[in-house]
């Protein structure tokens, strides 16, 4: 298995899939189901925060597998109750989570998610064309 690091491309509106150890980009996918953790570079961050302009700097790195890329939509439907996660370059230091039966708009109600922490993460794209996350 190849590990790889997954990031939302903004100009695409998709998932850009990069291969760790090479740093090339090996694919594009509008739905990515990994087994992993998430990673800020905070040099990354921080130029985000001085120069209020976006880059490439917080990633969802991890080991995707046959199982998990065949079976994406079951994952779904299997596991109504995931978490759904954001991240703000401006507002947060890390990546943050919260229950898909949590009003999402009080803000109080995001916890950050342990650095520690590894499993499937699942991202999706909506029809719009915006990122979603859940773990």
């Known amino acids: 298995m190849q590990k790889v690091r997954v990031y939302w491309n903004l100009h695409k509106k998709c998932w850009s899939i990069q291969d760790c150890k090479s740093g090339l980009v090996i694919d594009h996918k509008k739905c990515v189901v990994l087994e992993g953790n998430f990673i800020v570079r905070k040099g990354g961050q921080k130029r985000v925060r001085e120069e209020g302009k976006k880059n490439v700097h917080a990633f969802a790195v991890g080991y995707m597998s046959e199982y998990f890329l065949s079976t994406s939509e079951s994952l779904k439907k299997e ?26 708009y009080k803000l109080k109600e995001w916890n950050e998610i342990p650095r520690d922490w590894v499993g499937i993460i699942h991202m999706d794209s909506t029809q719009n064309g915006n990122p979603k996350v859940y773990i």
Request: aromatic share 24%; net charge negative.
């Open 79 to 104: 596991f109504a109750d995931w978490d759904r996660v954001k991240y703000n370059p401006y507002e947060d230091d890390y990546f943050m989570h919260q229950s898909v039966s949590d009003n999402q």
